[in-house]
Protein backbone atom coordinates (compact mmCIF):
# COMPACT_ATOMS: atom_id res chain seq x y z
CA UNK A 1 0.00 0.00 0.00
CA UNK A 2 1.34 3.42 -0.17
CA UNK A 3 2.80 5.24 2.85
CA UNK A 4 2.83 3.07 6.08
CA UNK A 5 0.88 5.29 8.60
CA UNK A 6 0.04 3.73 12.46
CA UNK A 7 -2.81 5.61 13.51
CA UNK A 8 -3.97 7.68 10.66
CA UNK A 9 -7.43 6.22 9.17
CA UNK A 10 -7.30 5.53 5.30
CA UNK A 11 -10.60 4.23 4.53
CA UNK A 12 -10.69 4.58 0.82
CA UNK A 13 -7.09 3.53 0.17
CA UNK A 14 -7.75 0.86 2.62
CA UNK A 15 -10.74 -0.32 0.31
CA UNK A 16 -9.04 -0.06 -2.63
CA UNK A 17 -6.60 -2.45 -1.21
CA UNK A 18 -8.73 -5.14 0.09
CA UNK A 19 -11.44 -5.45 -3.29
CA UNK A 20 -8.25 -4.99 -5.73
CA UNK A 21 -6.29 -7.88 -3.59
CA UNK A 22 -9.51 -10.05 -3.44
CA UNK A 23 -10.48 -9.49 -7.35
CA UNK A 24 -6.91 -9.36 -8.85
CA UNK A 25 -4.43 -11.84 -6.76
CA UNK A 26 -2.09 -9.19 -7.75
CA UNK A 27 1.85 -10.23 -7.74
CA UNK A 28 2.56 -6.48 -7.43
CA UNK A 29 -0.22 -3.53 -6.23
CA UNK A 30 1.36 -0.15 -5.31
CA UNK A 31 -1.31 2.43 -4.22
CA UNK A 32 -0.27 6.12 -4.16
CA UNK A 33 -2.14 8.47 -2.57
CA UNK A 34 -1.96 11.74 -4.60
CA UNK A 35 -4.91 13.71 -3.35
CA UNK A 36 -2.39 17.05 -2.44
CA UNK A 37 -1.59 17.35 -5.57
CA UNK A 38 -5.50 18.16 -6.71
CA UNK A 39 -6.43 20.25 -3.48
CA UNK A 40 -6.58 22.87 -5.56
CA UNK A 41 -9.16 21.78 -8.59
CA UNK A 42 -12.51 23.66 -8.32
CA UNK A 43 -14.32 20.03 -7.47
CA UNK A 44 -11.76 19.63 -4.71
CA UNK A 45 -11.76 23.27 -2.89
CA UNK A 46 -15.60 22.86 -2.61
CA UNK A 47 -15.40 20.04 -0.92
CA UNK A 48 -12.92 22.04 1.62
CA UNK A 49 -9.90 20.89 -0.15
CA UNK A 50 -11.10 17.39 -0.19
CA UNK A 51 -11.61 14.58 1.84
CA UNK A 52 -7.48 13.84 1.64
CA UNK A 53 -8.12 10.39 -0.31
CA UNK A 54 -9.57 11.30 -3.62
CA UNK A 55 -6.93 11.17 -6.33
CA UNK A 56 -4.77 7.99 -6.38
CA UNK A 57 -2.05 6.17 -8.71
CA UNK A 58 -2.26 2.39 -8.86
CA UNK A 59 0.19 0.00 -10.36
CA UNK A 60 -1.51 -3.53 -10.61
CA UNK A 61 0.24 -6.68 -11.76
CA UNK A 62 -2.02 -9.56 -12.12
CA UNK A 63 -2.65 -12.43 -14.25
CA UNK A 64 -6.52 -11.86 -14.43
CA UNK A 65 -5.44 -9.30 -17.23
CA UNK A 66 -4.15 -12.05 -19.19
CA UNK A 67 -6.38 -11.72 -22.56
CA UNK A 68 -7.98 -8.52 -21.83
CA UNK A 69 -7.39 -5.24 -23.18
CA UNK A 70 -6.64 -2.11 -21.26
CA UNK A 71 -10.23 -1.06 -21.30
CA UNK A 72 -11.64 -3.99 -19.80
CA UNK A 73 -8.90 -4.08 -17.24
CA UNK A 74 -9.82 -0.82 -16.00
CA UNK A 75 -13.36 -1.18 -16.11
CA UNK A 76 -12.67 -4.48 -13.88
CA UNK A 77 -11.18 -1.59 -11.37
CA UNK A 78 -13.84 0.51 -12.02
CA UNK A 79 -16.34 -1.58 -11.31
CA UNK A 80 -14.92 -3.27 -7.63
CA UNK A 81 -14.36 0.25 -6.76
CA UNK A 82 -18.04 2.03 -7.39
CA UNK A 83 -18.99 2.47 -4.16
CA UNK A 84 -15.96 4.53 -3.23
CA UNK A 85 -15.95 6.68 -6.74
CA UNK A 86 -19.64 7.46 -5.52
CA UNK A 87 -18.26 8.13 -1.88
CA UNK A 88 -15.78 10.71 -2.60
CA UNK A 89 -13.07 8.79 -4.72
CA UNK A 90 -12.53 11.26 -7.79
CA UNK A 91 -9.92 10.11 -10.27
CA UNK A 92 -7.91 6.98 -10.77
CA UNK A 93 -4.17 6.77 -12.61
CA UNK A 94 -4.13 2.91 -13.73
CA UNK A 95 -0.81 1.60 -14.66
CA UNK A 96 -2.49 -2.69 -15.47
CA UNK A 97 -0.14 -5.06 -16.39
CA UNK A 98 0.45 -8.68 -16.39
CA UNK A 99 3.71 -10.63 -15.10
CA UNK A 100 4.83 -11.70 -18.84
CA UNK A 101 3.92 -8.00 -20.19
CA UNK A 102 6.30 -6.80 -17.57
CA UNK A 103 8.97 -9.30 -18.13
CA UNK A 104 9.04 -8.54 -22.19
CA UNK A 105 9.26 -4.68 -21.60
CA UNK A 106 12.17 -5.54 -19.31
CA UNK A 107 13.89 -7.33 -22.06
CA UNK A 108 13.01 -4.77 -24.12
CA UNK A 109 15.30 -2.38 -22.16
CA UNK A 110 18.90 -0.99 -23.11
CA UNK A 111 19.84 -2.63 -20.02
CA UNK A 112 18.11 -5.78 -20.05
CA UNK A 113 16.62 -8.14 -17.26
CA UNK A 114 17.51 -6.59 -13.85
Not at 48 to 61: T, Y
Request: proline share 4%; aromatic share 4%.
Amino acid sequence: MGTAGGSVEKPIEEAIHGKLTSLLRPSILTITNDSWQHRHHAAMREQGGGNKESHFSIQVVSEQFVGKTTMQRHRMIYAALSEELRNGLHALSLNTKTHAEILKAEAHTPQGPR
